[in-house]
């Protein structure tokens, strides 16, 4: 039998019979998730982690997920809100907020939570909430977490089979509704693990004994009453206790039926409502006068009253579906003398075992009493349900942790029986263990020949204790990644550090549980503090009387003695009296080696996590601030940003922080490690310093096992930068000293934090000290602005238009690069030329609840990522996509939408193209809204890109609104270009000064940071946190990029240092070494810029000209094995780079002034404001040279605008060059008259003559090169366009001299080598590894921290290589050692990486680039790590194969000329690209559009399969598949897009 066969006369009730029929449930869980599903508006799901599902969460999600409807939630579309919340974080605190809101709650979870929960308990047992317990171990479940807290005030109900679970479920809603009181139900999934799959429930049962009459009253009368930290008092009455609702409109509890749901008035529930009445009518108070002044007191819900209505529900199932089911269940003969009273697992075994039993057995006719209500007690009923002829009853209480003598039930049991006239004479106790299958005969014997015994034995041990082992799945949450704090206190302190509570520490007989609580941890490390002064007593005992071979160790300890609570002395010390012991090996000595872990001064810390911070007051943390010992805490916070709502919601997660410095004898900090690992190190060694309770506070927000450190990046940059989690450092002592105690390490701070330092004016402090960020700091955490400054802005604006005449046009754009806003702004313009009172803004910064009351609105959307409106439009789309009650009949619209039909290539992808646009169109319409013309769509592969569509587009907008034809329109000023720019900028000043003055903003305009290009500094934002900074109504997090002009990328070693120093003071911590062999810093904020540029040219190295619209940085193969050689070439890229560098004095003027505005002159007094190679217009486009020495191409000499090729003469010394021009990497997605190109021979030029003809070259191509078009600018496209010969020609005719004809030469490579290598002066070089250039610390790999020790004592230089790794060079023989030593130390000499991993490339990308469509620096390493196994396999580990990846086309890892490439399309979306030279001396082509990482992995590894086995000897990748057919070879850049394997479709 089960629920599905209960008749129902409704069409859409019967079809959601047909779909329960098809649904088969097999656990306890999934039937108690689903009934909890229908019965709540609110279920709180525990969970092991939030990456975990629970055993009910996994079902509840899914019903959510498919909006099925709940028979109670008030929500419009009636699905219920499923909340996950971990289990160690005090979830019951998410109940009490909602409930006292009138929704209804239930809470599935594990036995574990209970206990700790306990105060809580007590405060909601007069609340109509219900508990799902699955009890745990799984294997052996321990009952004592319900009898702990059978006192609470809570209704307990049990089942024990899979039917029972789904029944028993629903009873625990409609008692909860029906008493007012919370309801706990409890059970052993095991139990019930044999148990075949039941039917679905049905619904018109559960609607019917839910009764949703009294659901609706419930929901319609918020409970009154304070918080959950406050026991108001409240009981549950009986004249709260829902009355049958009349129909008409009468009246019940205030509550009229007209607001009742619909659903709640049907035939059934009608029904199901009088009985309801009959059934509490003896409990109804008597009826009352309006007139009567003195109310009669409403009765509590008594025992008798549960029992009445947990039998009437009872009552109803029987009626429905056939099951009965009783508060004491009574299973065997009726005759029966003896019996077990069970409360523990699978009491159908004991059951079984008995209805088998032989006749000679000693439990033969024997009987099984459960209990189904176990709480309230009704003694008399378990009398009722004992047969007379009942003699002896044996207790059964599976109970692990017993805190009595006698167990809870065998108390219960005695006392309701012993008291009542009846028969049973005896009654024993057993303390039930593991039974199996295997062993419950004889269990039964046991149990059954004690109690018939003369003198039975109470207590009795039935069974197995230990159960099966299992692993926890409700284990202590510990991050994948937690260890980051942990290594680096390993690295700090290396053997002095002792975690008292480490996870991984064996503590016998206590779980992990316990063992990781701050109580524990905080008496292990007292115990450990005793165990140390104890040690001390006995050294001193020793050191003056102990007995020793001889003298020695005697006077070591005096001189330990003497320093032990010096960290550094003591550890010296410690060594020498170690080595002394050792050697004097007597009894004593040996007795004192035995604890020598005390002789160094340990830093003791205990490990926890936010799971400490919910009760603060009554945790360990409390006690350790309390005690003022001098113990560290390290909290680690694992709470994402992006989840911090959801986590905290009606919670009371305290700040350790505060409070902690609220008691004022504490050190505290809070810091990131993957925000700034510098002050990391620098709060937990001041933590380690300081005398008293230290608590460091690590963020390390944590989502599942397979988090990706780059979700863990993100995570924390948002946490971070918005205040959410600020770092800073708090430490008492200062004050003493004269310093702050506060210091802020991050810019912005929470509310909370605020209002602390207000108190004691800790925040004027600060903002005097750092003025700059004054703006950041005043501003609180959260607040909701976003609102108020969107009605602000249109409303001031409104008043401005009042003034005007003419129709109003509202235009509305969301820009994803910039396009949609330009094309709004002009027509704004436009409009307003024709008399309309026209506004223009952003989607994002419109009141949506305007819309109805526009006349005419425009919307002008580009199309982003896969299909997806622009980041501001977003929350508009979001806002009306799926509204349900916008009325726009009276609003005139129309949509013109920008894309590229040609961007997503496969037919099944041509739906994105401007799918925001048209979505947008649709909808509008749908709400009734007039379209003033047809959508229009902007194609970018029309003739003149958009503008075809849009031209056709604007005209029909002009003539709907009636202006079509209006003389006098002003001509419209032509749109200011780049070339405008250099022009009106005084030979690159602009107003750069002026904008960095100015602190009201983080950024400088937009003509300016065109301008800081040419001084080597790009204007970025931070991307991974541009949402939410939008979200909190901030300006984007801009920063600046600084690039060092190093030509061939040779640092000595002091300039390292100073580089060094930059990133770590002035930048965000890491260093890019980059593709074009320099330096580069990210991260610098506007007010750190100008000492940035300084400290650059005090390391006397300079930023001018490594970007811009001019000579950019010169690279040069660093060939470490040929020194003099390297030298000569070495000296012609300086000499290149010296003669093509700008002239302009701006530089210095701006950037190196000393405080009083004087010029610092560090490179020269150049002061003269003309640039006679240059102009004032400077050059078309940026301008590349590259220097290759063969048999090296590490340059990739091809991809430049000048490709400069060594050759050697016969006497081994440099004779010339052979020259190369246009060559290079910029492309456009989809934009065929785009493409990267190879530099085409010019011929051979004399070592003296080198930089005349690069110069000659660069002269060409400013007066000839394209300065209308940017994309058509470089040199590739101007000899493409003019020829090679008569570009050569001009360079000819200008230089007054003829190229020579080109000199032989061979390239092997364009990769490096690595490892050592020695050169003609016996000087040796090491090339160390530097995944994608990247320098940075981390606490599995401190790379930076290395390279600044090796710097510290290297002798030689550094070279920094075109593939973004590092040359250690020029090492003498006697200084190998140490370098070994250093590179092993800080595991700088790893080279046993793949030969994929070793060949690889990757630009910067997300986060800062603003150019980047998808990931690259930070997912190539992912990328490769899935593909290495696939290598592994094949064979191919050690073959290099050449693979980049950017994030956009413009090719900074000069992708095009890799053996295999990916190019970002959009976020996670890549082209691929083939058949690239391992030379570098041929592009590859298109293979594959806009795919994802799993149709990469599909293609990848059958193909490096395939190559494995066909290859030729010496075959390269790239060269393998044109040879395989996979692709066709590209043998000009013109042909780029020519022949490519995936041709692109131009179907609709």
């Not at 039930?432 to 003369?454: D, H, M, P």
């Not at 000048?1202 to 190369?1220: Q, R």
Request: hydrophobic share 35%; aromatic share 8%.
């Amino acid at each position: 039998m089960s629920f599905l066969f209960k008749q129902s006369n409704s069409a859409p009730q019967a079809s959601e019979m047909a779909e329960s029929a098809n649904v088969r449930i097999s656990t306890p869980e999934e039937a108690v998730a689903r009934i909890a599903y229908l019965a709540s508006d609110l279920i709180v799901a525990v969970q092991p982690s939030l990456a975990v599902d629970s055993e009910f969460s996994s079902h509840l999600k899914k019903l959510a997920g498919q909006k099925a409807p709940s028979l109670v939630a008030k929500t419009s579309d009636a699905v219920p809100e499923v909340q996950s919340v971990r289990h160690n974080t005090d979830p019951l605190l998410s109940v009490f907020t909602p409930l006292r809101a009138g929704r209804l709650v239930s809470v599935t979870t594990i036995s574990s939570i209970l206990v700790p929960s306990v105060a809580h308990l007590y405060k909601l047992a007069n609340l109509p909430v219900v508990l799902h317990v699955a009890l745990q171990p799984k294997s052996f479940p321990d009952y004592s977490a319900i009898t702990s807290i059978r006192n609470s005030g809570w209704t307990f109900l049990q089942s024990q089979s899979l039917q029972e679970a789904q029944d028993i479920a629903l009873t625990a809603h409609a008692l909860a509704i029906r008493s007012g009181k919370g309801v706990i139900h409890f059970f052993d999934p095991a139990s019930s693990a044999k148990d075949e799959p039941i039917s679905a429930e049905d619904r018109d049962v559960a609607r019917d004994i839910l009764n949703l009459d009294n659901v609706r009253r419930f929901q319609a009368a918020p409970v009154s009453g304070s918080g959950i930290y406050a026991d108001d008092g409240r009981v549950a009455l009986v004249t709260e206790q829902p009355e049958p609702v009349p129909t008409a409109t009468s009246e019940v509890n205030g509550v009229s039926s007209l607001e009742i749901d619909t659903a709640a008035t049907s035939e059934a529930t009608s029904q199901t409502s009088s009985q309801s009445s009959q059934m509490s009518a003896t409990s109804s108070p008597p009826s009352v006068s309006t007139a009567t002044t003195i109310e009669e007191a409403a009765p509590v819900v008594t025992s008798e009253d549960i029992y009445k209505y947990v039998t009437s529900i009872w009552g109803q199932l029987n009626t429905a579906v056939g099951r009965q089911y009783n508060a004491f269940e009574w299973t065997g003969s009726s005759k029966a003398e003896n019996c077990i009273f069970l409360f523990g697992s699978n009491s159908d075994l004991f059951s079984d075992a008995i209805a088998q039993a032989q006749s000679d057995d000693a439990y033969a006719n024997a009987g099984v009493l459960t209990a189904r209500l176990y709480r309230p007690w009704l003694g008399a009923k378990l009398l009722e349900a004992i047969p007379k002829s009942v003699k002896r009853i044996a207790v059964l209480e599976q109970i692990s942790r017993k805190t009595t003598k006698w167990g809870p039930l065998l108390i219960d049991v005695l006392t309701s029986v012993k008291s009542a006239v009846g028969g049973v004479e005896t009654i024993v106790g057993n303390q039930l263990g593991y039974i199996s299958s295997e062993t419950v005969q004889q269990a039964l014997r046991g149990i059954f020949q004690n109690l018939t015994s003369e003198k039975p034995v109470q207590n009795l041990e039935v069974g197995e204790r230990e159960a099966p082992q299992e692993t926890p799945e409700y284990g202590l949450e510990k991050p994948k990644l937690e260890t980051a704090y942990t290594k680096i206190l390993d690295q700090l302190f290396g053997s002095r550090v002792f975690i008292a509570n480490s996870l991984e520490s064996e503590n016998a007989g206590i779980s992990n549980t316990i063992s990781a609580s701050p109580e524990y941890g905080f008496g292990s490390l007292l115990a450990r503090k005793e165990r140390k002064h104890k040690f001390v007593s006995e050294v001193k005992e020793a050191a003056s009387s102990g007995n020793f071979l001889t003298e020695v160790p005697k006077r070591s300890l005096t001189k330990w003695l003497s320093s032990a609570e010096d960290a550094k002395k003591a550890d010296e010390a410690a060594d020498e009296v170690i080595s002394k012991l050792t050697l004097d090996n007597s009894r004593l000595s040996r007795a004192l080696l035995e604890k020598k872990d005390f002789f160094k001064k340990q830093t003791l810390w205990l490990v926890g996590s936010d799971a400490w911070s919910y009760d603060l007051g009554n945790s360990g943390v409390h006690h350790v601030l309390a005690s003022g010992e001098n113990v560290n805490m390290l909290i680690i916070d694992s709470t994402p940003y992006s989840e911090r709502a959801a986590a905290d919601a009606n919670r009371r997660k305290k700040d350790i922080g505060l409070y902690a410095m609220n008691f004022g004898n504490a050190y505290v900090a809070s810091t990131a490690v993957y925000s700034s690992y510098t002050q990391v190190l620098q709060a937990l060694d001041e933590a380690d310093k300081f005398q008293g309770p230290s608590i460091v506070l690590a963020y390390l927000p944590y989502f599942g096992e397979h988090d990706s450190p780059l979700t863990v990046l993100q995570e924390t940059k948002k946490a971070v930068d918005l205040g959410y989690w600020p770092l800073y450092r708090w430490n008492p002592e200062n004050e003493k000293k004269g310093e702050a105690n506060f210091s802020l390490d991050s810019e912005r701070i929470k509310k909370e934090l605020k209002e602390f330092l207000d108190r004691d004016n800790h925040l004027t402090q600060l903002m005097r000290k750092d003025p700059q960020f004054g703006a950041a700091l005043s501003e609180d955490f959260g607040t909701e602005i976003r609102a108020q400054q969107k009605r602000k802005a249109k409303d001031a604006y409104n008043q401005l238009l009042e003034g005007l005449f003419g129709a109003p046009l509202t235009i509305l754009y969301a820009s994803d690069n910039g396009n949609a806003t330009s094309v709004a702004k002009r027509l704004g313009t436009r409009g307003r030329a024709r008399g309309l009172k026209t506004t223009v803004m952003a989607m994002e910064d419109y009141p949506v609840e305007d819309l109805p009351t526009e006349e005419n609105i425009v919307f002008i959307t580009s199309t982003a990522g896969q299909g997806e409106f622009p980041q501001n439009g977003k929350p508009f789309w979001d806002a009306i996509k799926d509204n349900t009650e916008l009325d726009l009949a009276a609003v005139r619209f129309s949509v013109m939408a920008l894309g590229d039909s040609h961007y997503w290539p496969r037919k099944e992808d041509k739906i994105y193209y401007n799918k925001p646009g048209k979505d947008l169109d649709r909808v509008l319409a749908n709400f009734g809204a007039k379209r003033l013309c047809d959508i229009g769509l902007g194609d970018d592969q029309d003739p003149d890109g958009y503008q075809t569509g849009y031209s056709e587009w604007e005209p029909k907008l002009w003539e709907a609104l009636g202006v079509a034809n209006v003389d006098g329109l002003p001509d419209e000023p032509p749109p200011i270009t780049n070339e405008d720019i250099k022009l009106a900028s005084n030979y690159l000043r602009g107003t750069i000064v002026e904008g960095l003055n100015d602190t009201s903003t983080l950024a400088i305009s937009a003509a300016d940071s065109q301008l800081t290009k040419f001084h080597g500094t790009y204007m970025q934002d931070d991307r991974d946190i541009r949402d939410e900074r939008k979200a909190q109504g901030l300006e984007p997090a801009y920063a600046f990029m600084i690039r060092c002009r190093l030509p061939g990328g040779v640092s000595t070693a002091k300039q390292w240092l100073q580089m060094d120093e930059i990133s770590t003071t002035l930048g965000n911590e890491t260093m890019k070494l980059t593709t074009r062999q320099t330096f580069q810093f990210h991260g610098v904020v506007k007010g750190k810029l100008k000492p940035a540029m300084r400290a650059i040219n005090r390391a006397l190295m300079t930023t001018i000209a490594a970007c811009g619209d001019v000579n950019r940085n010169v690279m040069c193969s660093p060939l470490p094995s040929q020194s003099k050689y390297h030298q000569a070439v070495h000296a012609c890229a300086k000499r290149i780079s010296d003669h093509l560098l700008p002239a302009t004095s701006a530089y210095h003027e701006i950037w190196l002034t000393d405080d009083d505005d004087k010029k610092t002159q560090i490179a020269g007094e150049a002061i003269q404001d003309f640039e006679p190679l240059y102009g004032p217009t400077y050059l078309p486009r940026k301008f590349k040279v590259s220097i290759a020495i063969p048999p090296h191409n590490d340059v990739d000499v091809y991809a430049h605008d000048i490709g400069v090729i060594a050759i050697k003469g016969e006497d081994g010394n440099l004779a010339g060059f052979n020259v190369l021009a246009g060559g290079g990497m910029g492309a456009t997605h989809n934009n065929k008259k785009t493409y990267p190109q190879t530099g085409r021979m010019f011929g051979f030029v004399k070592t003296e003559d080198i930089h005349i003809a690069c110069e000659k070259i660069m002269l060409v191509q400013r007066d000839h090169g394209d300065r209308k078009n940017r994309k058509h600018a470089r040199l590739k496209y101007t000899i493409d366009d003019m020829g090679v010969e008569v570009f050569k020609g001009k360079v000819e005719e200008l230089w007054g001299q003829k190229f020579e004809e080109p000199r032989a030469f061979h390239f092997d490579s364009n990769i490096d080598t690595f490892g050592w290598a020695k050169d003609e002066t016996g000087l040796n070089h090491f090339t160390m590894f530097i995944e994608n250039g990247r320098i940075e610390d981390t606490a599995e790999f401190r790379m930076k921290s290395g390279l600044r020790e090796i710097a510290k004592v290297h002798k030689g230089q550094f070279r920094l290589t075109p593939n973004q790794h590092l040359i250690l060079s020029n090492v003498a023989d006697e200084d190998v050692p140490q370098m070994k030593k250093l590179l092993a130390e800080y595991k700088l000499d790893n080279l046993h990486f793949s030969g994929l991993r070793l060949s690889s490339s990757a630009c910067v990308a997300f986060p800062t680039c603003g150019l980047a469509m998808a990931e690259s620096e930070r997912y190539l390493p992912v990328l490769i790590d899935k593909l290495e196994a696939c290598l592994e396999e094949n064979g191919l580990r050690q073959d290099s194969i050449v693979m980049r990846m950017t994030g956009c086309p413009n090719g900074c890892a000069r992708p095009w000329l890799a053996e295999v490439a990916f190019v970002g399309k959009a976020y996670g979306a890549y082209n691929m690209y083939l058949g690239g030279g391992y030379h570098g001396q041929r592009l590859n082509k298109l293979y594959r559009a806009s795919i994802k990482e799993d149709e990469i992995l599909a293609i990848m590894r059958p193909m490096l399969k395939r190559y494995a086995t066909e290859r030729e000897e010496g075959e390269h990748f790239g060269d393998w598949t044109i040879r395989a057919g996979i692709i066709k070879a590209t043998t000009d850049g013109r042909d780029f897009h020519e022949g490519v394997a995936e041709e692109e479709s131009d179907e609709e």
